[in-house]
């Protein structure tokens, strides 16, 4: 059993019941657009470690190819990486690659499953939509948070940036989720909090 919510781009999904099951309710966060990478609100090293690769592997374009990054000029992120394909043909979301923490945030392998296989059918139009926004405005999305899982709670610092692919669109969401693992009793009244800051790639 998943109990916890997803934060993509401005929205929060506070999701109950099995992984891949519809939703219970729908949050917004609060939204803030910025100029600058400065104005993000500390990030963490990790994060920013995460930046300057991507802006290094876009060798002089807007966004980098899919193929100019390389996951493993960041080995200590490794674990907190996940990537999704799009198929236009289908508006979903294909998880090629998901790191080990990412894995036990989830409670299985989300590598090779579809979006709509994770989120559920509801809350992956709105996911998927989400999405194709950052990718379409190329706009880079950075926001902290709260997870419940289970009796666990997982505090949340994320980022999420496109990647073109060999065609030279934007199809490819790359991100970094890290998790504080925690824990607190299952009666515990749990406050979800989330920011979301963007940022124009042409900004970074």
């Known amino acids: 059993m998943l109990r916890g919510y ?7 999904y506070w999701m109950t019941g099995e992984a891949g099951k519809q939703g ?21 090293r990790e994060i920013n470690d995460l930046l300057d690769t991507w802006r290094l592997a876009r060798c002089g374009a807007l966004i980098p190819l899919k193929q100019n990054f390389d996951p493993l000029a960041v080995p200590h992120l490794l674990p907190s990486l996940w990537l999704y394909r799009l198929d236009r043909g ?5 998880c090629r690659l998901a790191g080990e923490r990412i894995n036990a945030a989830w409670g299985y392998s989300i590598a090779g499953h579809t979006s709509e296989d ?3 059918v509801s809350d992956n139009a709105v996911i998927v939509s989400i999405w194709m926004r950052s990718s379409k405005r190329h706009l880079c999305i ?32 790359l991100g970094l989720s890290l998790y504080d693992f925690g824990s607190t009793p299952a009666a515990a009244q749990v406050g979800i909090v989330d920011n979301a800051y963007h940022i124009l790639c042409s900004e970074l």
């Open 6 to 12: 997803l934060w993509c781009g401005s929205w929060l």
């Open 24 to 44: 219970d309710a729908m949050r917004v966060s609060d939204v803030h657009v910025i100029s600058r990478r400065e104005d993000l609100p500390s990030p963490s």
């Open 90 to 94: 289908t508006d979903t979301f294909t």
């Open 118 to 120: 994770i989120f559920g």
């Open 142 to 173: 950075y926001g902290r948070g709260e997870v419940l899982s289970g009796n666990s709670l997982y505090l949340a610092e994320r980022l999420v940036l496109p990647l073109l692919d060999e065609a030279g669109e934007a199809n490819f969401i």
